[in-house]
């Protein structure tokens, strides 16, 4: 009762939020202006601009990049490598690293309570073809190798599989592990070679990242299925 409880408070909450967000958007000008502004940073896919407007904070540039990567945790799918550019740019490619794996666990994170505090039954309504229990499944049995690969393909929206891990069974806790583990490969190579990017390089760059993210993702999907013919045969 007292789970249930917590449960109805959080989501009445989470409904506030929501309210007062698009109550904000609509009928402040100041806040439609701004989201709008970030949002066209990211459609821009254009670093230098991104690069400008956390400069142009000043010592709260480490908040207001902070809480880039949880807006495009919650707004997904934009994407979250030109925020770990930007960070490695303003910050050193280091302190842009630590920066951008916080950030990006902590957005994680939102969106898998996001997705516990809604409930099964909310999801299943918006879309009775969301097999849930296929979903279950998947997880219960590859569970953190499932986020680890999603980790280190940046082509595919981790956001979304944030929002899926919340639905299942996975805890909390073995899920911001595995995130933590699955992005930092990427963070560190994006924040060092973000460090150093600059003009037509990035489209290359990120073709080269992109390649060899995938070709891990391959070897773990490897050692899944090897480990997989062990236990089997056992």
């Known amino acids: 009762m007292r789970k249930m409880n917590k449960r109805k408070s959080a989501r009445i909450f989470l409904i506030i939020v929501i309210l007062l967000a698009g109550v904000s958007f609509y009928f402040i000008p100041a806040f439609r202006t701004k989201v709008t502004q970030i949002l066209m940073l990211f459609r821009s896919m254009n ?9 142009s904070f000043g010592v709260w540039a480490v908040v207001i990049s902070f809480l880039l990567m949880m807006f495009q945790s919650i707004i997904a799918p934009l994407p979250a490598f030109l925020i770990t550019f930007a960070n490695a740019a303003v910050f050193g490619w280091w302190q842009g690293a630590l920066l ?12 898998f309570y996001i ?11 918006m879309n009775k073809n969301f097999s849930l229990e296929t979903i279950d499944e998947y997880f219960d049995r590859y569970g953190r190798h499932t986020i ?11 956001d979304f599989i944030s929002y899926a891990a919340g639905l299942t069974a996975i805890k909390p806790l073995p899920f911001l592990i595995a995130t933590g583990l699955g992005q930092l490969p990427a963070t560190i190579v994006y924040s060092y070679v973000g460090s150093n990017l600059t003009g037509n390089t990035k489209t290359i760059l990120f073709g080269l990242l992109s390649m060899f993210a995938l070709f891990i993702a391959i070897y773990v999907c490897k050692q899944i299925y090897q480990n997989r013919q062990v236990k089997t045969e056992k």
Not at 47 to 55: A, F, Q
Not at 100 to 111: H, K, N
Not at 151 to 158: A, E, H, V, Y
């Open 148 to 158: 680890l690969i999603c980790r280190l393909l940046p082509f595919i929206s981790f």
């Open 100 to 111: 951008s794996w916080t950030s990006a666990m902590a957005g994680a994170l939102v969106c």
């Open 47 to 55: 670093v230098d601009s991104i690069i400008g407007y956390l400069r």
């Open 115 to 125: 997705a516990r505090i809604t409930g099964r039954e909310i999801i299943e309504k």
